[in-house]
């Protein structure tokens, strides 16, 4: 039985529906997002993975609307408790982020200003989205509740970034993204930059602040061990498309779409040695796209229809979609 | 067995000062073999700040050790003739982890291809160039028509370093150095650019030394693994023992943090551990005995006075720990010979 999707949507805290981004480059536009639609339930953990120019990035920073200049959002919603974020003035999304919807971005520990001391730039956040009325008093015991919960003492407020080490700085930019208690966080290879000791701590704190204030998290990356850690539910992209939405465990278990499939295989393990399986074949181009699914070329399994026709993401078990047509009604 | 390419006992101290102040010791008597006689890929594995890449660089010619040397073929790197020299430039190649800086920016990538094939007389007309070119690319996955003819500014990470690949693969080296070869790359390109550097080990007999902190693909791809801190070997030896038997304290709270692609075996293991490395680091002064003593839950007395030597716990493996005193000490350069001699 496959579950009714407005159900499920209804119950959803972002709903994002068919998300189209351009950019305008020299050599013509670049469809980098076409076509991405999916939802996230109250604390939930979704991963968003792919590989570079699978548009997992860009996905993340159109829902903050934080692209580059030279990118355009051609279409599609971003419902945020019902509200489409793509519709808001400047000033009112400018009030939702970090209040409702925040960010901690690739590198983030680099988008610190070097010139402040920590505590002044959390007060800033704050500051930000208040009008007055506020004493420094009522913001500093807010910020040392936040540091304290991401396991950094209260003294990190009177410290310049470049006196933290990068471990220190990612929790101060946790710090800032739940400062204001926002109902999603997107992490944006949040600790891409650390070392796995010390990436295992932070990835760990992300955890324990999200689940204590009920936060949804999108966590964006291309480390698949890091997904298998912390995610509930996997969406991997290919070519700026959604190809598979599902629950982390069968992802990676029994994975549906035939990229998935060869992702999965192709991760190294502790189990076998010298046994690399990479996914032959290049990334498309998304300057010229292949016709039908962008997975065509490299699909072993591609049939006719596949050069021909886009296969649409669907649902096609409970909590499991995939855009491929190996699961087309009646082939399935 | 000879060797080709060995680190004997080597320290690199940066910035001395008056008083020390500043003095980092980045290596801190490292040994370390690759034989001549067997093809093989050694990794080369710690976190930032554990040395690995000083030893790379060390390894490459491109600093000098303060105390200790480096041989290649059994001659000193410092003591070398221009010919040799320009030999072991051939036979050892390296590829590094973002090679953006390799690149002159004001030139197409071409260049960076076409001139090691002019200065090592690797061709004879344009055309057999070209080709060499091409195929090297194309082992590296690239398309040739995509990649030629471009400025470096115009590909990406990923494209740039298997143009690095592909260059090394040009020469035919002997040994490859590669530091963090994978780490910007895709994960499915990741297994792609691996297997071709395995093969070159198993089809053209070239060794391998692999530097990461990416224990699984050190795992996958190596031999034997030396596991660095603060520029001392903690644990060596072959990696089915360090890497799923690990004896140091270091070296099993690395293992435990691995994300393993797996969400059926979870972040688990070494409670003890995470509860002491969580603590706030203390900053990187000098530690008079080991120098992970200051985040080790079984640190005792004799930790503090001096550093461990290595105790050779099994044939194909030694660890820097007293909990292992009751094994035989054993010196980094008989280790080092063992395990490449195996």
């Known amino acids: 039985m496959v579950r009714d999707r407005a159900q499920d949507r209804d119950a959803c805290v972002l709903d994002v529906r068919d998300l189209r981004v351009s950019y305008h480059t020299a050599a013509g536009p670049v469809r980098a997002v076409n076509g991405v639609s999916f939802f996230l339930r109250p604390a939930e953990r979704l991963g968003l993975v792919g590989e570079s120019g699978s548009g997992k990035t860009t996905t993340a920073l159109s829902l903050m609307r934080l692209l580059q200049e030279s990118a355009v959002i051609e279409g599609g919603e971003v419902l945020l408790d019902g509200v489409d974020l793509l519709r808001l003035s400047q000033e009112a999304m400018r009030l939702a982020r970090f209040a409702r919807i925040s960010l901690i971005p690739q590198g983030a520990m680099n988008s610190l200003n070097p010139m402040m001391k920590v505590g002044e730039q959390l007060r800033d956040t704050i500051r930000a989205h208040r009008n007055g009325g506020n004493s420094r008093v009522t913001f500093d015991t807010r910020i040392q509740e936040v540091l304290q919960s991401v396991d950094l003492y209260a003294g990190v407020m009177d410290r310049y970034p470049h006196e933290l080490s990068g471990g220190m700085k990612q929790r101060v930019c946790i710090a800032m993204a739940i400062l204001l208690n926002p109902k999603v966080i997107i992490a944006d290879e949040p600790t891409s930059a650390l070392d796995v000791v010390v990436q295992r701590q932070v990835m760990e704190t992300l955890r324990r602040v999200q689940e204590a204030l009920g936060a949804s998290v999108i966590l964006v990356g291309h480390d698949m061990g890091l997904m298998a850690q912390f995610v509930d539910r996997i969406g991997v992209m290919y070519g700026g498309k959604l190809v598979e939405v599902g629950p982390v465990r069968g992802i990676f278990k029994d994975p549906l779409h035939p990229y998935t499939q060869l992702l999965i295989k192709s991760l190294p393990n502790l189990q076998t040695k010298e046994d690399f399986r990479g996914i032959p074949g290049l990334t498309p181009s998304l300057l010229a796209p292949p016709p039908g699914c962008m997975f065509h070329p490299r699909c072993p399994q591609a049939m006719q229809r596949c050069s021909v026709d886009v296969p649409a993401l669907a649902e096609v078990k409970p909590d499991r979609w995939v855009a491929c047509h190996l699961y087309d009604r009646g082939q399935a | ?342």
């Open chain 2, 1 to 342: 067995m000879k060797s080709l390419l060995e680190a004997r006992n080597v320290t690199r101290i940066f910035g001395s000062g008056l008083l020390h102040k500043g003095r980092t010791v980045a290596v801190d008597g490292v040994s370390l073999i690759i034989s001549e006689d067997k093809p093989s890929i050694t990794a080369i594995a710690g976190e930032s700040g554990s040395g690995k890449t000083t030893l790379a660089r060390l390894l490459l010619g491109m600093i000098q050790p303060t105390s200790g040397s480096i041989l290649y073929r059994g001659d000193s790197l410092t003591a070398m003739d221009g010919r040799a020299r320009k030999k072991f430039r051939r036979e050892v190649q390296a590829i590094f982890q973002d090679p953006y800086e390799a690149y002159n920016p004001v030139y197409k990538v071409d260049q960076t291809l076409s001139t090691p094939v002019r200065k090592f007389r690797l061709a004879h007309s344009k055309e057999e160039a070209h080709q060499r070119i091409a195929e090297s690319l194309r082992m590296a996955g690239l398309r040739p028509e995509e990649t030629l003819g471009r400025y470096p500014h115009q590909l990406s990470g990923g494209q740039r370093q298997r143009i690095m690949v592909a260059r090394a693969l040009l020469l035919n080296p002997r040994v490859i150095l590669a530091d963090e070869p994978v780490s910007m790359v895709d994960a499915s390109l990741r297994a792609t650019i691996l297997e071709s550097l395995v093969r070159l080990k198993r089809e053209l007999g070239i060794s391998l030394i692999y530097i990461t902190h990416d224990l699984t693909t050190a795992y996958q791809a190596s031999q034997n693994i030396y596991i660095l801190y603060r520029g001392s070997v903690a644990e060596v030896g072959s990696v089915e023992k360090v890497i799923k038997d690990p004896k140091h304290p270091y070296t099993r709270l690395l293992v435990s943090s691995v994300p393993l692609p797996d969400p059926d075996i979870r972040w688990g293991g070494e409670s003890a551990i995470e509860a002491r490395a969580s603590a706030p680091s203390a900053p990187l002064q000098e530690v008079r005995g080991c120098k992970f003593s200051n985040r080790c839950p079984y640190v005792m007395a004799e930790c503090r006075q001096a550093p461990p030597p290595l105790y050779r716990t099994d044939d194909d493996r030694a660890v820097a720990c007293y909990l292992h005193k009751n094994s035989a000490p054993v010196g980094g350069r008989e280790m080092a010979e063992s395990l490449a001699l195996a």
